[in-house]
C-alpha cells in the first residue's frame, strides 16, 4: 500500500472532522509531511512509544494513543479476569499531554477499568511510587523526556511501578498492533475516574525522605540553587528541599512556570550545560554549593558544583552516579548494613567504575540494558534474594532504594544536597569528594557523541552504520588494540586473541555493540529507541595517585576519547 492510500484511509467514517481535514491538507498541498506521517506505524516498544504530535500513523494523536490504549486494556482484562482494575496516570507539562491523559482514561473507563487521575502534572516516578502505593495494576504516563516541544510520548508501567519488561512488554505490543481504529472505545465512564493530587504528593515527598536521608550535617548552610527547566517537578522537589531541612533555596523563577514550549532554553535536557545556564547565573549571584535541574518529566537530573577553580560546573551522568552510590554505600558501610547479599544496578553503557565501587563495598553490581526498566526488573527478580540499594545510568538517572522503580530525580537531589551539604561541613566540594572516590577506584572518563539521522533516510543509514560496524569492527582505538566485541543483537563475545564468539545469553537481544580495548577502554555503539539518533558511548580510564595529578590526568582522558572519535570516523 503506497503511503497515499494510507492516508487516503484516514478520510473515512472512523476519523473525526478535525483529523480528516488536516489529512485531506497534507493530501492536497502535497505537503513533504505526508510521507513521514503515513510511511508506517508509529512503534509501540517494549516500553510504550514516543514521537511527533499530528495526524497520522506515524505520529502522536488521537487514534494511536487510543489503539495503545485498547491494546493495553484487552490484555489487562486477560491477565487479571474476575478483578476491579485500577490503572494510575499521570502527565507532563507537554502540549496536549493534559488532554491525552483524560483521553487515555476514557479509554481505559470505557473498558470497564479504574482510573487514578492527576489533577495536574507530575513527575514520572510519583507516578511508578503512585502504582505501588496505591495498590494499582499498573500505570500510564504521558511524555517525551527531555525531547523537543514538537514530541510527546506514552510509557505504560506494571503493577511492580516498573515500565513493562518481557513476557508483558511482548505481549502488549501483539494486542495493540492486533486493534483497528474502529474498534476502539472512546467514550469514557468518569464515574471510574478517581481524581488524585496534593495529598499523593505528601506520601511521596515522605517516602523519598526516608529513602534518601543519611545523616544531617550542615543542611541549613548549604546553597542551593534549583530550575524544574518548565517541567514538573515544581510540583514536589522545592517541597521536598524545605522538608529535608534545607534552608538556603533559590530557584530559577521564570523557568519554574511550566510550559510545554520550554521558551527559556533551545532543549529541556539538563544533560546539556545550556539547559542549566540560567541557573548558572543566578548561583554566581547567590554564591551557591549545587546547581540542580530536572527534566520535563522529572525523572533525569542535572548537578553542577564548584570545580577545582572554584566555578560552576555540570557533572556527567557517571560522575553524578558515582558519587551517590559510593556515598551511599559508605554510609550502609559504617551502619553495618551490609552483608554481601545486596546489589547496586547499572547498564550496558555505563562507565564501569560501579563494578570498581561495589568490589570495594563488598556488594554486587549487575548490569542490564539502556534503560532503569531493566534496573526495575533486576529488583522484581531477587525480590527476598538479595537487596537493592540503588542504581543509575549514564544518562542522568539514579534512584536510591526501590520504593521508587524508576529514576528519581526528587529522591537522587535530596540525597545529592546531603553530600553537598556534608562536604561543605567538611572543608570540601562534592568535586573533590569525586576526585577522592578515584583515587581509590581508578579515574574513569567518559564522552558521548551523538550522530542526528532524521527521517526515512536517516533510519536507513543509522541501520547501514550498525551493519558496518558489525561486519567491520576497529582493529584498535586510540592506539590500544581491541580485543573484545560484544553483540548484544547476536548475543556474542568474540575474544579477538582467541579467535572465538562465546554465547551471551544472560542479557536480552538488542542493536548494540561494545568493543574493548586492551588498555580498558570500552566503546559502546547503540541506536537511540526514542530519537533519530546513533549513540557513541566512549569510556577511558587511567589511575589517580593524587589530587594534584587530576588536571593533567583529566587532559590526557579528554585526548584519548578524540583520538577514538578520530578512529571511528564520527567527525
Not at 484487552?74 to 483524560?102: C, H, T, W
Not at 552483608?339 to 547496586?344: A, D, L, R, S, V
Not at 534496573?375 to 542522568?396: A, L, P, T, Y
Not at 528519581?408 to 546531603?418: H, K, N, P, R, V
Request: hydrophobic content about 35%; proline content about 4%; glycine content about 8%.
Amino acid at each position: 500500500m503506497t503511503t497515499l492510500e494510507k492516508a487516503q484511509l484516514w478520510l473515512g467514517d472512523t476519523f473525526d472532522k478535525e483529523t480528516k481535514d488536516a489529512v485531506q491538507l497534507l493530501i492536497d498541498s502535497n505537503s513533504p509531511d505526508l510521507e513521514d506521517s503515513f510511511y508506517r506505524e508509529l512503534e509501540f516498544g517494549t516500553g510504550g512509544m514516543r514521537g511527533i504530535m499530528g495526524v497520522g500513523t506515524n505520529r502522536l494523536n488521537k487514534y494511536t494513543l487510543g489503539q495503545a490504549t485498547q491494546g493495553l486494556a484487552n490484555y489487562m482484562l486477560q491477565q487479571f479476569p474476575d478483578e476491579q482494575i485500577k490503572v494510575a496516570i499521570a502527565y507532563d507539562v507537554r502540549n496536549n499531554s493534559k488532554e491525552f491523559g483524560k483521553l487515555v482514561a476514557d479509554v481505559l473507563t470505557a473498558n470497564g477499568i479504574k482510573v487514578l487521575l492527576f489533577k495536574n502534572h507530575r513527575p514520572t516516578p510519583e507516578l511508578s511510587f503512585t502504582v505501588r502505593d496505591r495498590n494499582c495494576h499498573g500505570g500510564i504516563v504521558l511524555t517525551a523526556s527531555h525531547n523537543p516541544p514538537e514530541y510527546n510520548g506514552y510509557k505504560v508501567y506494571w503493577n511492580d511501578g516498573a515500565q513493562i519488561v518481557p513476557p508483558h512488554d511482548e505481549a502488549i505490543i501483539n494486542e495493540v498492533y492486533a486493534v483497528k481504529f474502529e474498534e476502539i472505545k472512546f467514550n469514557g465512564n468518569d464515574d471510574l475516574i478517581e481524581w488524585i493530587g496534593e495529598e499523593q504528593d505528601d506520601v511521596y515527598i515522605d517516602a523519598c525522605i526516608e529513602n534518601s536521608t543519611y545523616q544531617n550535617v550542615g543542611k541549613e548552610n548549604l546553597n542551593i540553587v534549583f530550575t524544574s527547566i518548565h517541567g514538573t517537578t515544581y510540583t514536589t522537589v522545592p517541597k521536598a528541599l524545605e522538608k529535608a531541612g534545607f534552608k538556603k533555596i533559590d530557584l530559577v523563577k521564570e523557568q519554574m512556570i511550566p510550559s510545554g514550549n520550554f521558551p527559556t532554553v533551545d532543549s529541556p535536557n539538563p544533560e546539556e550545560p545550556a539547559a542549566l545556564e540560567m541557573a548558572m547565573d543566578l548561583a554566581k549571584i547567590t554564591n551557591a554549593d549545587i546547581v540542580i535541574g530536572t527534566d520535563p518529566d522529572g525523572d533525569r537530573l542535572g548537578i553542577a558544583v564548584r570545580n577545582l577553580e572554584g566555578e560552576i560546573q555540570l557533572l556527567n551522568g557517571n560522575q553524578c552516579n558515582t558519587i551517590l552510590t559510593y556515598y551511599i554505600l559508605d554510609q550502609w558501610k559504617k551502619q553495618g548494613k551490609i552483608t554481601g547479599k545486596e546489589f547496586i544496578g547499572s547498564t550496558i553503557v555505563t562507565s564501569d567504575i560501579f563494578f570498581e565501587i561495589a568490589e570495594k563495598f563488598g556488594v554486587d553490581c549487575k548490569v542490564g540494558l539502556t534503560g532503569f526498566k531493566w534496573i526495575g526488573k533486576m529488583i522484581r527478580d531477587f525480590e527476598g534474594q538479595e537487596k537493592f540499594v540503588c542504581g543509575g545510568e549514564e544518562s542522568f538517572g539514579f534512584m536510591t532504594g526501590d520504593f521508587v522503580r524508576d529514576k528519581d530525580s526528587c529522591g537522587s537531589i535530596i540525597l545529592a544536597c546531603e553530600i553537598a551539604a556534608w562536604c561543605k561541613g567538611n572543608g570540601k566540594t562534592m568535586y573533590e569528594y569525586l576526585i577522592e572516590i578515584y583515587q581509590e577506584t581508578g579515574m574513569y572518563y567518559e564522552g558521548l557523541i551523538n550522530i542526528v539521522k532524521k527521517g526515512r533516510d536517516g533510519a536507513e543509514e543509522i541501520q547501514n552504520m550498525m551493519k558496518n560496524f558489525r561486519e567491520n569492527p576497529p582493529k584498535s582505538l586510540a592506539g590500544s588494540l581491541v580485543e573484545e566485541i560484544k553483540d548484544f543483537k547476536e548475543q556474542t563475545n568474540f575474544v579477538v586473541s582467541e579467535n572465538e564468539k562465546h554465547v551471551m545469553d544472560d542479557i536480552p537481544k538488542s542493536n548494540v555493540l561494545i568493543y574493548y580495548t586492551q588498555d580498558g577502554t570500552k566503546v559502546c555503539v547503540r541506536p537511540s529507541g526514542t530519537e533519530p539518533k546513533i549513540k557513541f558511548y566512549v569510556s577511558v580510564k587511567k589511575e589517580l595517585n593524587s589530587k594534584e595529578e587530576f588536571k593533567s590526568a583529566l587532559k590526557s582522558l579528554e585526548q584519548k576519547i578524540e583520538e577514538v572519535r578520530k578512529d571511528l570516523q564520527l567527525d
